[in-house]
T-cell receptor, first 111, second 114 residues
Framework: ELKVEQNPLFLSMQEGKNYTIYCNYS?????LYWYRQDPGKSLESLFV?????AVKQEGRLMASLDTKARLSTLHITAAVHDLSATYFC???????????FGEGTQLTVNP | EAGVVQSPRYKIIEKKQPVAFWCNPI?????LYWYRQNLGQGPELLIR????????DSQLPKDRFSAERLKGVDSTLKIQPAELGDSAVYLC????????????FGPGTRLLVL
């Protein structure tokens, strides 16, 4: 059974600081997704990582994938308040199959 | 382009009552998913459809949950009878056959069972 673990689960940081969220998974996969969820809202797709070494960047967020280590990271650069949300990584064993989600990282960026 | 549409957005019922949720996926998306998200957790898949066919329902509690996707478009998820532990957000998602096959989520139905 595929297991996905994120850490930290809670992250409080100041504006302007950098930080990294980690996502580990238990079985071989080369498809990993990052989603953002605002309180009371649905999930918004941020990044899709499809191969070992893949790196995607959008604004202050950068995601990477190391399939050999079964690890993905979401790096936040110079955080701003608008990035406050819960971030989920999700792993897909095969194309179009179920996504197995991590527990989520609740990020709070303080002024 | 319209996103995934779900209704109702909120539902409060008493235990042992039936409840149904409706989902209209993004036009042209063949694959439809129902997930359940408990408070403070990530979504968990209940059932996945490819067109009209349920291809993964291994995590659907079949004693009380049922789903259908007639004509391969809209889908309905039903719970009968509801239990207190069914309180959660029920999310519908859809995807198209392309690489990557990103799943797009609807706003969800927030269910409270009293």
């Amino acid at each position: 059974e595929l297991k996905v673990e994120q850490n930290p689960l809670f992250l409080s940081m100041q504006e302007g600081k950098n930080y990294t969220i980690y996502c580990n998974y238990s079985t071989t996969s080369d498809r990993l997704y990052w989603y953002r969820q605002d309180p009371g809202k649905s999930l918004e797709s941020l990044f899709v990582l499809l191969s070992n070494g893949a790196v995607k960047q959008e604004g202050r967020l950068m995601a990477s994938l190391d399939t050999k280590a079964r690890l993905s990271t979401l790096h936040i650069t110079a955080a701003v308040h608008d990035l406050s949300a819960t971030y989920f990584c999700a792993v897909e064993e095969t194309s179009g199959s179920r996504l197995t989600f991590g527990e989520g990282t609740q990020l709070t960026v303080n002024p | 382009e319209a996103g995934v549409v779900q209704s109702p957005r909120y539902k409060i019922i008493e235990k042992k009552q039936p409840v149904a949720f409706w989902c209209n996926p993004i036009s042209g998306h063949n694959t439809l998913y129902w997930y359940r998200q408990n408070l403070g957790q990530g979504p968990e898949l209940l059932i996945r459809y490819e067109n009209e066919e349920a291809v993964d329902d291994s995590q659907l509690p079949k004693d009380r949950f049922s789903a259908e996707r007639l004509k391969g478009v809209d889908s309905t998820l039903k719970i009968q009878p509801a239990e207190l532990g069914d309180s959660a957000v029920y999310l519908c998602a859809s995807s198209a056959r392309q690489v990557p096959e990103t799943q797009y989520f609807g706003p969800g139905t927030r269910l409270l069972v009293l």
